[in-house]
């Protein structure tokens, strides 16, 4: 290793969005592997599955029935983790014991009728029509009263404990700012404080734009790059080139540019180990309509497991739970790879 380059050696990396750090072993990745080595699971094949609770048609486990849906497919969860009318309620025992009751809404939105397709598998108007889909929902659940964020993610694959294979994604929306979030926009606020107001991730994507390191892809309207403080081994970031707060404030443009980008950062993926590439990904939006305003620019993150194989996973232990997180393969080295995967495709 190269004495002068910092890079190399052990350091800490600062996530500009939380805060927190990062600590980094570049060096850890010559070690040898003898943990975990079990077969990567098979691909879905079949267009329709008539066990499937998400196929059109059939019955759901809640019990209800699913029209023939020919596009995408919205529903509340039926064994949602947050409800509408709970009553409220908790505890406060001298700030040692506290617990408080939440409300709110989960739904279900199914992508295609397809069983056997995914992100990387759909064309970029499909997935316009997903954009589309989590746009009506943002705004729906967002106008709520009680509602204070809306958040839209997707478990891909067995190894994110997705529940069903069929392609979907879950939109929740709380009366509380979810803990994720809230060290963003705290985070946000403060660099505005001290940058003359300025937008933590317009300036830093102004800036990897200049140093064009980590930048996986781009286009007209949005940016793909590996985050400079990245924990997971793939780790990256969609990000809109222009400053705005939610879903729904995207330009029908810069709803086919991100439909593009999510569909070439998804098929990288699956080619990084020639299989279907689990990952969970989400979306940080401004505040709902219904709380305090805030100056959030829209990002998805992208956090996949994959750290050697179809079937090595990285897992948050030991010191990554007691400490802080830690990763062996640098967000350089993760770019690279992936760079070369975009290149083919």
């Known amino acids: 290793m190269n004495a002068d380059d910092w890079r190399a050696w052990p350091h800490r990396r600062l996530n500009a969005l939380t805060g927190e750090w990062v600590l980094v072993s570049p060096q850890r990745t010559q070690r040898p592997w003898q943990g975990e080595a079990t077969a990567a699971v098979a691909e879905t094949t079949v267009p329709y599955d008539a066990t499937c609770y998400l196929c059109p048609g059939n019955a759901r486990a809640g019990g209800a029935r699913n029209p023939k849906y020919e596009g995408t497919f919205a529903f509340d969860n039926d064994?949602?983790?947050?409800?509408?009318?709970?009553?409220?309620?908790?505890?406060?025992?001298?700030?040692?014991?506290?617990?408080?009751?939440?409300?709110?809404?989960?739904?279900?939105?199914?992508?295609?009728?397809?069983?056997?397709?995914?992100?990387?598998?759909?064309?970029?108007?499909?997935i316009r029509d997903v954009v589309d889909a989590w746009a009506q929902e943002t705004v729906r659940l967002g106008a709520e009263s009680r509602i204070a964020s809306v958040i839209v993610f997707e478990n891909h694959g067995e190894a994110m404990g997705a529940s069903n294979p069929h392609p979907h994604a879950q939109i929740w929306a709380t009366e509380t700012i979810p803990n994720e979030l809230a060290k963003e926009l705290v985070r946000g606020a403060a660099y505005g404080a001290s940058h003359g107001g300025a937008c933590v991730l317009c300036d830093y994507v102004a800036r990897e734009l200049e140093r064009a390191e980590r930048i996986v892809y781009v286009n007209e309207g949005v940016i793909v790059l590996v985050p400079f403080w990245a924990v997971w081994p793939f780790e990256a970031m969609i990000v809109p080139r222009r400053h705005v707060g939610s879903l729904d404030e995207l330009s029908a443009p810069e709803r086919d540019a991100l439909a593009d980008a999510m569909g070439v950062l998804t098929r990288a993926y699956d080619r990084i180990f020639k299989s279907a590439f689990p990952y969970s990904m989400g979306f940080h939006q401004r505040r709902a309509s219904g709380a305090a305003p805030d100056d959030l620019h829209l990002h998805a993150h992208y956090l996949p497991p994959l750290l050697r194989s179809a079937a090595v996973r990285k897992y948050m232990v030991g010191f990554e739970l007691l400490g802080m997180p830690q990763r062996d393969i640098t967000p350089e080295s993760a770019v690279a790879r992936l760079r070369a995967l975009v290149g083919e495709l």
């Open 79 to 126: 064994y949602a983790a947050l409800l509408p009318d709970a009553p409220p309620g908790g505890i406060d025992d001298c700030d040692l014991i506290v617990a408080r009751a939440e409300r709110g809404r989960c739904r279900v939105l199914c992508f295609t009728p397809r069983h056997d397709l995914s992100i990387a598998r759909m064309t970029v108007p499909a």
